[in-house]
């Protein structure tokens, strides 16, 4: 890796011709009644060796804005702006040739999710050397040369198996690292981060980051495109906030994060997972009695090459009634098998599960379809979960036990008022609804059966910040008022804190810590937990 | 879940793997391939016993008047005269050979009649397919996410061209190009020029369909971020097309094909009436009308072979496209 110098000295190198200036620039999409202003208005400028963050929820117009500027806005967009210049190129009616030239060479591009941005039937060597062949490097084993310099740079280990791979052939982290070599294969003046780390664990989004500050110490303009202010804390100089289009608040990271002026930014911060309070849980019964137990239970797969992957190993923990168990692991550890198993999906190789007191792996199929019921599940992406046909009222009535119209018909409207939806909801369609309100509509279907338990696996994980909140107060709520138990399942340090009484760390299929709390988080013993709570990015350490 | 990456040591083993997977998916085939060979045997066996008339009065040729003395003769001589389940062990056993038996009426084996005509019938049924997959790669590669005009007048092309029977097609062919224009030959065997109007009568259709499920996947391919992300490379459109869309977009059309050039068999026949050309198509007409049943039987055999030829090729082809259904 580069040396990355101080960032006083990265600042002393700077120009005073920006790399990127923006003024007024107003994309658009469609005509007449359709048509559809996803920016309005939007100012800025970006120097060399800076960074700046354009910060907003899904919608905000900061994708859209972080395309403008590679001439790539998408599909019968309309862009208009009093001044658009990048590194001394006027945008506004630039050729196509010229577009060609700026992109890969001079501005580097990283898109969000690396398995969806590397083109899954070409080898990461050909990925990453596109660039390279696209803009004159001729000679094939120049540049397997320098892919295998680039991915070194990025902190790829063993870059030459690695370009032999394909990208599913590589962890996320690796993935992400080999999509940046891509995007600065040409040594470009400016990279833009669209949502670079979204979807990746604590530490290896901390791995992502610190990666980009290398680069950016060493004099790349950076603009990174983030719906999380925590994410941008630690790395970005300036910040510029989104919403609807529009910049409301812009300003140097430290000045907007301490001390916010706009009100839609105060509302972002106060939703960053890691910085919310927990919600005052509420207290467990006297003494209460397990609702599930799961005794020394171990998982093996048979792999495709004929080995086995244990994918749990003797985990052993209870869960009790009205309380909530947080699973906290990054992919691969085995929170989610470890559900599937709690919610008969799968039958342990050893060990057993008690769903109050009775062990399922020894009861008739017939007896375990009825006990089913007690125990729901919400998952991450609902819509995948909904027949796209169906209106939320079938979706939640199927869910329901043989009732009289009427009755269904009244139980379903409860069921949305408890949620926090209105009943002209129950007309709507899956797609006609937010993120938010889907997964509202997948936690009322899991209410219907008046379960005992509630299995949520990564539940928040695809929402906006704002909405994620607003979930999972909704969810401390219905436990609240409803009594029900959670076993609730996520990548996310921070949302698990919110919402559990106890918490479990999962790692290569093993439990390694569990406790109440405040007790892992706060005293944390094993390394690996230790690890995974320094990883989280800290609006309040900027 | 899935995204564990192999370190460097078991690579190796990995590829070695992935390669008995493909002798496995190929071994698997050739054994289910063998079932649809039975099965076809079987069918035709079947069909052929359930059709009216005497078997014996057909084997002695169309122009026979025998006399029941000679009928029996004959059935004797074919095994006519023995239980079903005695014809059909036979059968399968001299199949098992590669015994196909003699044609009632060519008087030659089966296999050779097969053999004399396979050539001419391969000949178009490969040029038709070759001109059906070229034509619908260039048409849906070049058309994919164009503005409406265009995609609706190809589409409209396509939709003419797909819902024509081949036989349309050709005459509408054999009018434009060889009866006004006098560019090709109106029928018969002789050289490339020969070829070329039925080939494309059979082509066409076939075309049209292929045509709008390339350009369907492509279109959904070209949503995908890692064409954003080719494009944000300084890639060109018509590079980012072939170099990154089409490959990923050639899996349901390398089904279909599959699907389709099993079928060619099928549309020689007509083709080939149409065009007075020699081939199975014809051999099949004319054995059928004259009650031949072992050539009936053999053409069946034949071009279930070909099916199951054709599938095994389309599997092979998947793992060279895709890397994934080999390493996964």
């Given at each position: 890796?580069?040396a990355?110098?101080?960032?006083d000295?990265?600042r002393a190198t700077?120009?005073?011709?920006p790399?990127?200036?923006?003024?007024?620039?107003a994309?658009?999409?469609?005509s007449?009644?359709?048509?559809?202003?996803a920016v309005?208005?939007?100012?800025?400028?970006?120097?060399?060796g800076?960074?700046?963050a354009?910060?907003g929820?899904?919608?905000s117009g900061?994708?859209?804005?972080?395309?403008?500027?590679?001439?790539?806005?998408?599909e019968?967009?309309?862009?208009?702006a009093?001044r658009?210049?990048?590194?001394?190129?006027?945008?506004?009616?630039l050729?196509?040739?010229?577009?060609?030239e700026?992109?890969g060479?001079?501005?580097?591009?990283?898109?969000?999710?690396?398995?969806a941005?590397?083109?899954?039937l070409r080898k990461?060597g050909?990925?990453?050397?596109?660039?390279?062949r696209?803009?004159?490097?001729?000679?094939?084993?120049?540049?397997?040369e320098?892919?295998?310099?680039?991915?070194?740079?990025?902190?790829v280990?063993?870059?030459e198996?690695?370009?032999a791979?394909?990208?599913?052939q590589l962890?996320g982290?690796?993935?992400q690292?080999?999509l940046?070599?891509?995007a600065?294969?040409?040594?470009?003046?400016?990279?833009i981060?669209?949502?670079?780390?979204?979807?990746?664990?604590?530490t290896?989004?901390?791995?992502?980051?610190?990666?980009?500050?290398t680069?950016?110490?060493?004099?790349?303009?950076?603009?990174?495109?983030s719906h999380d202010?925590a994410?941008?804390?630690?790395?970005?100089?300036r910040?510029?906030?989104?919403r609807?289009?529009?910049?409301v608040?812009?300003?140097?990271?430290?000045?907007?994060?301490?001390?916010?002026?706009h009100?839609y930014t105060?509302a972002?911060?106060a939703?960053v997972?890691?910085?919310?309070?927990p919600?005052?849980?509420?207290?467990?019964?006297?003494?209460?009695?397990a609702?599930?137990?799961?005794?020394?239970?171990?998982k093996?797969?048979?792999?495709?090459?004929g080995?086995?992957?244990?994918a749990?190993s003797?985990?052993?923990?209870?869960?009790s009634r009205?309380t909530?168990?947080?699973?906290?692991?990054?992919s691969?550890?085995?929170?989610?098998?470890?559900?599937?198993?709690?919610?008969g999906l799968?039958?342990?190789?050893?060990?057993r599960v008690l769903?109050?007191?009775?062990?399922?792996s020894?009861?008739?199929?017939?007896e375990?379809?009825?006990?089913?019921?007690?125990?729901?599940?919400v998952?991450?992406d609902?819509?995948?979960?909904?027949?796209?046909?169906?209106?939320?009222?079938?979706?939640?009535s199927?869910a329901?036990?043989a009732?009289a119209?009427?009755?269904?018909?009244?139980?379903?409207?409860?069921?949305?008022d408890?949620?926090g939806?209105?009943?002209?909801?129950?007309?709507r369609?899956?797609?006609?609804?937010?993120?938010g309100?889907r997964?509202?509509?997948?936690i009322?279907?899991?209410?219907?059966p008046?379960?005992?338990?509630?299995?949520?696996?990564?539940p928040?994980?695809?929402?906006d910040?704002?909405i994620?909140a607003?979930?999972l107060?909704?969810?401390?709520?219905?436990?609240?008022?409803?009594?029900?138990s959670?076993?609730?399942?996520?990548?996310?340090l921070?949302?698990?804190?919110?919402v559990?009484s106890r918490?479990?760390?999962?790692?290569?299929?093993?439990i390694v810590?569990?406790?109440?709390?405040?007790?892992?988080f706060d005293?944390?013993?094993?390394p690996?937990t230790r690890?995974?709570?320094e990883?989280i990015p800290?609006?309040?350490?900027? | 879940?899935?995204?564990?990456?192999s370190?460097?040591p078991?690579?190796?083993?990995?590829?070695r793997?992935?390669r008995h997977r493909?002798?496995?998916?190929?071994?698997?085939?050739?054994?289910?391939?063998?079932?649809?060979?039975w099965?076809?045997?079987?069918?035709?066996?079947l069909?052929?016993?359930?059709v009216?008339g005497?078997?014996?009065?057909?084997a002695?040729?169309?122009?026979?008047?025998?006399?029941?003395?000679?009928?029996?003769?004959?059935?004797?001589?074919?095994?006519?005269?023995?239980?079903?389940y005695?014809?059909?062990?036979?059968?399968?056993g001299?199949?098992?050979?590669g015994?196909?038996?003699?044609?009632?009426?060519?008087?030659?084996?089966?296999?050779?009649?097969i053999?004399?005509?396979?050539g001419?019938t391969?000949q178009?049924?490969?040029s038709?397919?070759?001109?059906a997959?070229?034509?619908?790669?260039?048409v849906?590669?070049l058309?994919?996410?164009?503005?409406p005009?265009?995609r609706?007048?190809?589409?409209?092309?396509?939709?003419?061209f797909?819902?024509?029977p081949?036989?349309a097609v050709g005459?509408?062919?054999?009018?434009a190009f060889?009866?006004?224009l006098?560019w090709?030959?109106?029928s018969?065997?002789?050289g490339?020029?020969?070829?070329?109007?039925?080939?494309f009568?059979?082509?066409l259709?076939?075309?049209?369909v292929?045509?709008q499920?390339l350009r369907?996947?492509l279109?959904?391919v070209?949503e995908?971020?890692?064409?954003?992300?080719?494009r944000?490379?300084?890639?060109r459109d018509?590079?980012?097309r072939?170099r990154?869309?089409?490959?990923?977009a050639?899996i349901?059309l390398?089904t279909?094909?599959?699907?389709?050039?099993?079928?060619?068999?099928?549309g020689?026949?007509?083709t080939?009436?149409l065009?007075v050309?020699?081939g199975?198509?014809?051999?099949?007409?004319?054995?059928?009308?004259?009650?031949?049943?072992?050539i009936?039987?053999g053409?069946?055999?034949f071009?279930?072979?070909?099916?199951v030829?054709?599938?095994?090729?389309?599997d092979?082809?998947?793992?060279?496209?895709?890397p994934?259904?080999e390493t996964?």
């Amino acid at each position: 890796m580069t040396a990355p110098t101080t960032p006083d000295a990265a600042r002393a190198t700077r120009t005073s011709t920006p790399l990127a200036e923006v003024e007024g620039l107003a994309v658009a999409f469609g005509s007449g009644a359709d048509r559809v202003e996803a920016v309005r208005g939007v100012s800025w400028r970006l120097d060399p060796g800076e960074c700046l963050a354009l910060v907003g929820e899904s919608g905000s117009g900061k994708s859209v804005t972080a395309r403008t500027l590679v001439g790539l806005p998408g599909e019968g967009a309309q862009v208009s702006a009093t001044r658009l210049r990048v590194l001394g190129e006027d945008l506004l009616g630039l050729g196509e040739g010229r577009w060609r030239e700026l992109r890969g060479r001079r501005v580097g591009f990283v898109l969000q999710d690396a398995l969806a941005s590397l083109d899954a039937l070409r080898k990461v060597g050909a990925e990453v050397g596109e660039p390279l062949r696209l803009h004159g490097v001729r000679s094939r084993a120049e540049r397997t040369e320098r892919v295998r310099e680039l991915l070194a740079s990025v902190g790829v280990p063993e870059p030459e198996l690695r370009a032999a791979q394909y990208p599913h052939q590589l962890s996320g982290g690796l993935r992400q690292r080999a999509l940046i070599a891509s995007a600065i294969a040409c040594d470009p003046e400016l990279l833009i981060a669209d949502e670079p780390t979204t979807a990746l664990d604590a530490t290896v989004q901390r791995q992502i980051l610190d990666l980009l500050g290398t680069l950016k110490h060493a004099g790349t303009g950076l603009l990174l495109i983030s719906h999380d202010l925590a994410v941008v804390a630690d790395i970005a100089d300036r910040v510029a906030v989104m919403r609807a289009g529009e910049i409301v608040e812009t300003g140097p990271t430290r000045e907007v994060l301490r001390d916010p002026r706009h009100e839609y930014t105060r509302a972002l911060l106060a939703a960053v997972p890691s910085s919310r309070r927990p919600v005052a849980l509420p207290a467990p019964p006297p003494e209460a009695p397990a609702a599930v137990v799961v005794e020394n239970v171990t998982k093996r797969f048979a792999r495709p090459d004929g080995g086995t992957h244990t994918a749990v190993s003797d985990v052993s923990f209870a869960v009790s009634r009205g309380t909530t168990l947080g699973i906290v692991g990054e992919s691969g550890s085995g929170k989610s098998t470890t559900a599937r198993i709690v919610l008969g999906l799968e039958r342990p190789d050893a060990g057993r599960v008690l769903v109050h007191g009775k062990d399922w792996s020894t009861l008739p199929r017939r007896e375990v379809q009825a006990e089913r019921r007690r125990i729901q599940v919400v998952y991450q992406d609902p819509l995948s979960s909904f027949d796209p046909r169906y209106t939320v009222e079938r979706v939640i009535s199927e869910a329901l036990p043989a009732l009289a119209r009427p009755a269904r018909r009244a139980r379903v409207l409860e069921l949305l008022d408890q949620v926090g939806l209105r009943p002209e909801h129950a007309r709507r369609r899956p797609l006609e609804l937010s993120g938010g309100q889907r997964q509202r509509v997948a936690i009322a279907r899991a209410l219907a059966p008046e379960p005992d338990i509630v299995v949520c696996d990564e539940p928040v994980s695809a929402l906006d910040v704002s909405i994620q909140a607003q979930i999972l107060d909704l969810l401390v709520e219905l436990q609240r008022r409803l009594g029900v138990s959670y076993l609730f399942i996520s990548h996310d340090l921070g949302v698990i804190r919110q919402v559990s009484s106890r918490v479990l760390v999962m790692k290569d299929a093993e439990i390694v810590e569990q406790g109440p709390v405040d007790e892992v988080f706060d005293r944390p013993r094993h390394p690996y937990t230790r690890r995974l709570l320094e990883a989280i990015p800290d609006v309040a350490a900027v | 879940m899935t995204a564990v990456a192999s370190s460097a040591p078991f690579a190796f083993i990995r590829h070695r793997l992935a390669r008995h997977r493909l002798v496995r998916v190929i071994g698997v085939r050739l054994l289910t391939g063998v079932v649809v060979l039975w099965g076809a045997a079987t069918l035709a066996f079947l069909a052929m016993h359930g059709v009216k008339g005497d078997p014996a009065l057909a084997a002695l040729g169309p122009d026979a008047n025998p006399t029941p003395e000679v009928l029996r003769q004959i059935r004797l001589e074919y095994g006519l005269d023995q239980p079903w389940y005695v014809q059909y062990l036979t059968y399968l056993g001299r199949l098992a050979h590669g015994d196909l038996g003699q044609s009632y009426v060519l008087r030659t084996s089966v296999a050779t009649a097969i053999g004399q005509q396979i050539g001419q019938t391969v000949q178009l049924a490969l040029s038709a397919a070759i001109i059906a997959v070229v034509l619908a790669v260039v048409v849906g590669t070049l058309t994919a996410k164009r503005g409406p005009v265009i995609r609706s007048a190809t589409s409209g092309i396509a939709l003419v061209f797909a819902s024509m029977p081949s036989f349309a097609v050709g005459l509408a062919l054999l009018v434009a190009f060889s009866f006004t224009l006098h560019w090709f030959p109106v029928s018969g065997n002789q050289g490339l020029a020969s070829l070329v109007l039925p080939s494309f009568a059979m082509a066409l259709p076939i075309a049209a369909v292929l045509t709008q499920i390339l350009r369907a996947s492509l279109e959904d391919v070209l949503e995908q971020p890692f064409i954003l992300t080719a494009r944000t490379r300084g890639m060109r459109d018509a590079a980012v097309r072939v170099r990154h869309g089409l490959r990923h977009a050639l899996i349901p059309l390398v089904t279909m094909t599959g699907f389709v050039v099993g079928g060619l068999l099928g549309g020689a026949v007509i083709t080939e009436t149409l065009f007075v050309r020699q081939g199975i198509g014809r051999l099949l007409i004319n054995a059928v009308q004259a009650k031949d049943v072992p050539i009936v039987l053999g053409v069946v055999l034949f071009a279930a072979l070909v099916h199951v030829v054709v599938n095994l090729i389309v599997d092979i082809v998947y793992t060279a496209i895709d890397p994934r259904i080999e390493t996964a």
